[in-house]
């Protein structure tokens, strides 16, 4: 029996994609911003109503690029969280900047507001929340922090593509929104990311970063590094582009019949559904009641090869890289820490059978 994956990525038809890359066997343009790549940024661009959509080779690249084109003072502090991947800290760490971690709410799991000014100093540059598992952040209160103390705001909304917000889409909160394509999410290119803003001086800065800081064939003013995303992802994005309403609509029937099935166990939660929100349905996360249960169901899961996953677990700063970081251990994150240690996301993706949801939740419910 095949296994049962925690995703599995979404790709068009082979012959849609063959068509969409067919042209470039007669340019031979496969990377350095061609035609794919510029015609992708403007259908992002359409599609998430933004005025500025920057491509980069993958999700992690571009929120370091967005991180440097703000060019915060090295030292500075960026109010985070640990409940993210690997990534959002290790963005902020390799860009010379000092996480500090706030705790969640226990409601969907994001950011807490109501504990960020608590954690302001006077070295505090930014405040760089998640949206989590498509779970937007509460933006009004968040943005509203940041405009009382001058801080910036960027959002990690690598779950949250094509997630809306009374009609908004998250690519518009803050001073910018990074996503990630990677093969796992909802929308991919393969791997890819982008970074989503309003601020058209950034524009240059956001190119030179993942082009060498190259203007010219003799022009080289900036100094940058190599994140262009090449024509192959480009193609893979147009084509995903187009289904992925589908795809999304795939996904909330197997949301559905997770919680029909689920609802009423006493022993683990899941997320509510958020007011005005229109989510993506990116994962379905559940949370047991104790950690021992969770490992349970992980480990009889896997026995019938299906492979759940604990996320986010390890939180970044229980990560031993960052043992001597002044801001890590989550005693001050006790709500963050609580969380990890009991949730796991079930499998979830467009493909997957109803029946299979039944003989997961089976195996979960006993």
């Known amino acids: 029996m095949l296994p049962i994956n925690v995703t599995r990525s979404s790709m068009p038809p082979l012959e ?108 505090t540059v930014a405040i760089l929340p998640v949206h989590v598992y498509g779970n937007l952040c509460d933006t009004e209160a968040i943005q509203k922090i ?49 970074v989503c803003y309003r601020d058209d001086a950034m524009v240059q800065t956001l190119n030179d970063l993942k082009n060498f800081g190259i203007h010219g064939p003799e022009a080289v003013p900036f100094v940058g590094g190599n994140a262009k995303m090449n024509e192959f992802q480009a193609a893979m994005g147009l084509c995903n582009l187009r289904h992925l309403q589908g795809e999304i609509a795939k996904r909330k029937e197997v949301v559905k019949k997770y919680r029909e099935l689920l609802s009423g166990y006493g022993k683990i939660t899941f997320c509510a559904p958020q007011p005005d929100v229109e989510p993506n349905y990116a994962y379905f996360p559940v949370v047991f009641e104790s ?39 989550g005693d001050k994150t006790p709500i963050v820490r609580s969380i990890a240690s009991r949730v796991v996301t079930l499998p979830l993706y467009a493909e997957l059978g109803l029946d299979e949801v039944e003989r997961i939740c089976k195996i979960v419910s006993e």
């Open 16 to 123: 849609e994609y063959i068509e969409e890359i067919r042209g470039l066997w007669d340019s031979h343009w496969l990377t350095n911003m061609g035609e794919k790549h510029q015609k992708f940024q403007t259908a992002l661009e359409e599609y998430l109503k933004v005025p500025h959509v920057t491509l980069y080779t993958n999700g992690h690249l571009a929120l370091e690029g967005i991180l440097a084109a703000m060019n915060f003072p090295r030292g500075s502090e960026v109010i985070t969280t640990p409940f993210t991947f690997a990534s959002t800290t290790h963005a902020i760490v390799r860009s010379g900047l000092v996480p500090v971690f706030c705790d969640i709410n226990d409601r969907d799991y994001t950011m807490d507001a109501a504990k960020i000014e608590a954690l302001i100093t006077d070295k």
């Open 146 to 194: 940041a405009d009382k103390h001058g801080l910036k705001v960027i959002y990690d909304a690598a779950h949250a593509f094509g997630v809306t917000k009374n009609g908004v889409s998250a690519a518009c909160f803050g001073d910018a929104a990074m996503f990630s394509f990677h093969a796992t999410k909802v929308f991919n290119t393969i791997e890819g990311g982008a």
């Open 291 to 329: 950690e021992k249960m969770r490992d349970a169901a992980c480990e009889r899961l896997k026995e019938q090869n299906i492979i759940a996953r604990k996320y986010f677990y390890p939180l970044t700063n229980d990560f031993s890289c960052y043992k001597d970081l002044p801001t890590a251990g």
